[in-house]
């Protein structure tokens, strides 16, 4: 079993990416529906939220013990790492966060090592990117930009209209990023307008940019570990929680997951009162 989870229903893109790397494993994904977005929350609040979140994944209440755990989220790969690890550890299941797999393609990619990134407010105050580019190549050089209208316009379904692209072109045409050869998606819904961005990027700068989706990063990461790793892999059937449910997340996880998702509403009391 995979467990995944996310502030909400962009993790699906992540899930969606594990289902068709490895068909073959279940997934039990965790959407923190009743709190998001997290991107504009602090490290502390989203810490204690996913500390909980994390037992509730890996305890034996929800079935056999999780092969692994994905943290879809990347405002909470940024802040809350350590957290979930640690909460993790008493279960033994390893953690893989969003963010290295995607610094890895991204280092692999740029050949001038000036390598963009887009996030949530929190991911991007974090410097979650820009520590471990640098940790691993010291020269090189990030721009760093919050995008928080990328979220919500992606969830009202405005990926290629008039609107998303006069967004994406106040954002993208910052000078920080003229430099650039590489950009990484850094936030769990932006694989969903991956060509938009690069279309605006290339009418902007006239060039184009080698955009890193994470999505895939992740799961051939995960394929990786889980070819080393894995224990006992368990049948067991699929299950999709979220701690608040309203016909707006079904129809945002459709969009995200590109079919139709059972979602079970797990009563948020249980999980984050105590
Ligand atoms: N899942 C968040 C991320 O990847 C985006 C949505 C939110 O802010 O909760 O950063």
């Known amino acids: 079993v995979l467990a995944v989870f996310d502030s909400g229903i962009g993790g699906l893109t992540i899930?969606?990416?594990?289902?068709?790397?490895?068909?073959?494993?279940?997934?039990?994904?965790?959407?923190?529906?009743?709190h998001l977005p997290y991107g504009d929350k602090s490290p502390e609040l989203i810490r204690s939220f996913c500390r909980k979140i994390t037992r509730f994944l890996l305890s034996s209440a929800s079935g056999p013990t999780p092969d692994l755990l994905v943290v879809a989220?990347?405002?909470?790969?940024?802040?809350?790492?350590e957290t979930i690890q640690q909460e993790a550890s008493h279960f033994s299941v390893p953690v893989?966060?969003?963010i290295t797999p995607a610094v890895e393609e991204a280092l692999k990619s740029t050949k001038n090592d000036h390598i963009g990134v887009i996030g949530t407010r929190t991911t991007i105050a974090s410097h979650a990117y820009l520590k471990q580019i640098q940790t691993r190549r010291p020269l090189a050089r990030v721009t760093e930009?919050?995008?928080?209208?990328l979220v919500p316009m992606i969830e009202e379904g405005f990926i290629s209209n008039?609107?998303?692209?006069?967004?994406l072109e106040a954002y993208l045409s910052d000078t920080g990023f003229a430099e650039i050869d590489t950009l990484i998606l850094g936030c769990t819904h932006y694989p969903l307008i991956a060509p938009q961005v690069e279309a605006s990027f290339k009418r902007n700068f006239s060039r184009s940019v080698a955009v890193i989706d994470s999505s895939l990063a992740v799961a051939r990461r995960v394929k990786e570990l889980l070819e080393?790793?894995?224990?006992?892999p368990v049948p067991s059937p699929d299950?999709?929680?979220?701690?608040?449910?309203?016909?707006?997340?079904?129809?945002?996880?459709?969009?995200?997951?590109?079919?139709?998702v059972p979602l079970?509403?797990?009563n948020p009391d249980l999980l984050f009162n105590h």
Do not use: H, M, W
């Open 73 to 81: 989220c990347n405002t909470a790969s940024a802040v809350a790492l």
């Open 264 to 266: 079970t509403k797990i």
């Open 96 to 98: 893989v966060e969003v």
């Open 145 to 149: 930009k919050a995008t928080p209208l």
């Open 239 to 260: 299950a999709f929680y979220v701690s608040d449910l309203t016909t707006g997340f079904a129809e945002t996880a459709r969009l995200f997951f590109g079919q139709d």
């Open 162 to 167: 008039n609107i998303s692209s006069d967004v």
């Open 228 to 232: 080393i790793s894995i224990k006992n």
């Open 15 to 34: 899930a969606r990416a594990l289902r068709r790397l490895l068909p073959a494993l279940p997934l039990r994904y965790f959407g923190d529906t009743a």
